[in-house]
């Protein structure tokens, strides 16, 4: 930390040049340690090398190329209006890097989740230490590997470890602390943070609700399936349940079934894009879950592969901890409400969750959605894919977190937006501010502010 500090101080990260460098050398990590990293991704969650694709390296890819294209444009100053009183004067904002920031991933997207906060960090002009998490810990090998390989090791550095390691580090005075992983962890990390008055953000989970059951229902419950049983459905943005009226119901909770078919085979077991659950304690935890509603489809499980099958529950009990809990698993209970109003109703009433989905060809349900359900983010007819739209900020409100990033939120969250005040000497115009007031100074400065 005191040498990335130093280094940090020399200027060295400051320049465009620099910044420029180092996410050029990140795509080119990215390209020549593809296969390290998607083998990895496989060994820790069995992700299928097309997902690992989509879902991690291309995002990150994505990120990077979005920032090299705007990055001269992002690190500009910014011109401020100066009001007539203060003229003749200039002001603008100048972003400038925070200076040593801390990124603590989680295991659920090992690569993704520690590479795309960092792509914001280089491109603000700042020097990281990554500490991946140890859950997936293939992934966080093949990343203290390749890091130090293409990245400027005086800047960037890699972690590795548990909660001792993580914890030795909170106790550092970074600059930030760009956290993802679950609630519990996210207020011990604040609380640490808090004692140097490091800014944090917190990008967390919660309940994604997946409302509606309107267009096509074929369509609609192909695009739920996607967005949720990817990575065994260990995605924060995955739904956590969906939420249709009682004349849909029997529609969706047969197209569920006939989608996950579609896509894994009459037993995903087989399939090699179907992932596995990271880890025994995780697999107890989901098949506890079970006992909250009616299998419609799915349930069978293997512990020694940390297989959990795809699986449609209905009948469910609300107060169960299928309902109450965080799901993070490949479990998709299906509830139903009366109308619209009660599915709103329904989410505001519980914790704002990280997003938030409305199947829907009604413009009008669409915008009221959008309008009264408080989320991280809104999507509609799709779920989970809107992550990957590099310019639009990620993000919770509430319990799924504080701060966003991606595309120029990234460089924002990692800049500190210093404002200048510049006013010539010579004629001094302030002089109608200066004390002692008489009544003609103060009516003259009444008029002008
Ligand atoms: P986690 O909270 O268990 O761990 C995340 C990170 O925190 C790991 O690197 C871990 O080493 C570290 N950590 C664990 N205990 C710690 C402690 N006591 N002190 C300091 N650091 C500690 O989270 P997880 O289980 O790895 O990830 C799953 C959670 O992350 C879910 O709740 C999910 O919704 C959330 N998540 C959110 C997003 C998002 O972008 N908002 C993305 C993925 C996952």
Redesign the pocket.
């Known amino acids: 930390m005191t040498d990335k500090r130093r280094y940090f101080e020399s200027g060295a990260t400051r320049g465009g040049g620099w910044r420029r460098a180092q996410l050029n050398a990140l795509l080119r990590m990215l390209t020549e340690g593809e296969d390290e990293l998607t083998r990895a991704l496989e060994e820790d969650l069995g992700k299928g090398r097309t997902e690992a694709f989509l879902s991690e390296i291309a995002v990150v890819r994505a990120e990077t190329e979005y920032a090299l294209k705007h990055l001269n444009y992002w690190m500009a100053p910014e011109k401020i209006a100066v009001p007539a009183g203060f003229r003749p004067a200039r002001a603008w904002t100048q972003p400038r890097p925070l200076g040593v920031v801390l990124v603590?991933?989680?295991?659920?997207?090992p690569v993704q989740?520690v590479l795309a906060p960092l792509v914001g960090a280089l491109a603000a002009g700042n020097a990281a230490v990554l500490?991946?998490?140890?859950?997936?810990p293939r992934s966080s090998r093949a990343l203290a590997r390749l890091v130090p390989q293409y990245l400027d090791p005086s800047a960037v550095s890699v972690m590795e470890?548990?909660?001792e390691?993580?914890?030795a580090?909170?106790a550092e005075p970074f600059d930030h602390v760009f956290?993802?992983?679950?609630?519990?962890?996210?207020k011990?990390?604040m609380k640490?943070a808090a004692e140097h008055l490091t800014p944090v953000t917190?990008?967390?989970?919660?309940k994604p609700p997946a409302g509606g059951g309107g267009g096509d229902p074929g369509a609609g419950a192909r695009r739920i399936a996607y967005g949720k049983f990817m990575n065994a459905a260990?995605?924060?943005?995955a739904p956590a349940y969906a939420l249709t009226t009682p004349d849909r119901a029997p529609a969706l909770a047969a197209a569920l079934p006939a989608a996950i078919t579609e896509f894994y085979g009459t037993d995903p077991k087989e399939s090699e894009d179907y992932g596995r659950i990271?880890n025994e304690q995780?697999f107890d935890r989901l098949v506890g879950l079970l006992d909250g509603g009616r299998i419609f489809s799915g349930g069978r499980h293997d512990r020694a592969a940390r297989y959990l099958e795809p699986t449609i529950l209905r009948d469910v009990d609300p107060s169960s901890p299928l309902m109450q809990e965080?799901i993070?698993g490949p479990l998709l209970p299906i509830l139903e409400v009366e109308d619209l109003e009660e599915a709103i109703g329904f989410v505001n009433a519980r914790p704002h969750p990280?997003a938030a989905y409305l199947f829907s060809d009604r413009e009008e349900h669409l915008r009221a959605f959008t309008w009264h359900v408080q989320a991280?983010g809104i999507a509609h007819n799709v779920c989970t894919v809107q992550?990957a739209v590099p310019g639009l900020p990620?993000?919770?409100v509430g319990a799924?977190?504080m701060g966003t990033y991606h595309g120029k939120r990234s460089f924002e969250t990692f800049s500190h937006l210093q404002p200048v005040f510049s006013k010539p000497t010579g004629v001094d115009t302030l002089r109608v501010a200066y004390p002692p007031f008489g009544a003609v100074k103060r009516k003259l400065l009444r008029k002008l502010l």
Do not use: D, M
């Open positions: 603590i991933g989680p295991w659920n997207y989740l500490k991946p998490s140890e859950l997936a470890g548990g909660v390691t993580s914890t580090l909170l956290y993802t992983g679950g609630e519990r962890v996210g011990i990390v640490s917190l990008e967390l989970g919660g260990q995605t924060c943005g990271v995780h965080e993070f990280l991280g992550l990620f993000g919770g799924s977190g």
